[in-house]
């Protein structure tokens, strides 16, 4: 009878093992592919007490099958060395996607493809009206997200997760050609960023990002997208005069999301999902190169 009642369980025990190894796999090949993907590290961070048990089930039937005495037992332990591989490759990915988005990588960045930057940026100015404003994101070819302000004042505001964005017919609304819009594209991608937002403040004394007042001394600027990294971005402006000493200051001391490198770029990291947020290790990053105040 016990027999009997163990050749029973034994398979749905099997079959168990063998769904828990299976969602594992899938749930790491899930988060390797989309690494740095800020929606999906959002499905991951809310879903977390459902799929957080998974690795550390998957682990333990793992550890139980290593004696290998049958087929069965063999085929749980490579699978659960695949699934280890799988873990490592994860982890050196996110390292990868972490180091790619430190300070000094991205200073590194723009020095490497400072022409091609600042050439976007002015590309862009020259084709919109003036007077108006955009900030257009690429995702390979297509658009991700285009919200414009003509120069008349009428925004708009288009997020790819609203539907497909029609950009030649929103472009031509801030005097933008679907060949200008390519034009962005090309050059962006040259230099190895995703997106641009630019406008003339004229005497502007401050400008509103993600929800606050800046102090902006130095107008007719320019924020390029370098990088998004989970939930987050990382952005260059680019200010087309030289900032001032109170400028300077003012970024390097009371702001907290800007972090000054020379007189005409400062990198920015901005999180729309949580708003403010200061950029990630700034003072460490001031006092190794010891910026000082002015």
Known sequence: MKKDSQSRIEPIGRSLAGIVMLLVTALLVAICVTTGNESMWLFFLFTAVY????????????????????????????????????????VLLEYRQAKAIEADTLINHYTKYEKEIWEAAEYTR??????????????GHKV??????SADGE????????????????????????EEIEGIRQRLHNAGCIS??????????????YGVMHSIDDYDYFIVGRKRYSMGMY??????RPMSDSTWNNLLIDDCIHLPV????????????FGSVCYPGKEE??????????
Request: charged share 25%.
């Open 144 to 149: 991700e997200m285009f919200h414009t302000k």
């Open 262 to 273: 020379c007189d005409t770029m400062v990198l920015e990291y901005g999180s729309p999902a």
């Open 126 to 139: 020259s084709a919109i009206d003036s007077g108006a404003w955009m900030r257009l994101e690429f995702d």
């Open 196 to 209: 641009i937002e630019l406008t003339n403040y004229g005497s502007a004394d401050s400008v509103n990002r």
């Open 51 to 90: 799929w957080f048990p998974l690795p550390l089930i998957g682990l333990v039937i793992f550890l139980c099958n290593l004696r290998m005495k049958n087929t069965f037992q063999r085929v749980i332990v490579i699978w659960g060395i695949i699934n280890i591989l799988l873990c490592g490759l994860a």
């Open 155 to 178: 925004a708009e505001h288009h997020w790819r997760t609203e539907g497909r964005i029609d950009a030649d017919s929103i472009g031509l609304r801030i005097g933008l050609t679907p």
């Open 285 to 294: 990053f001031i006092e190794r190169l010891k910026l000082k105040k002015r």
């Open 235 to 240: 952005y260059y402006d680019l200010l087309r």
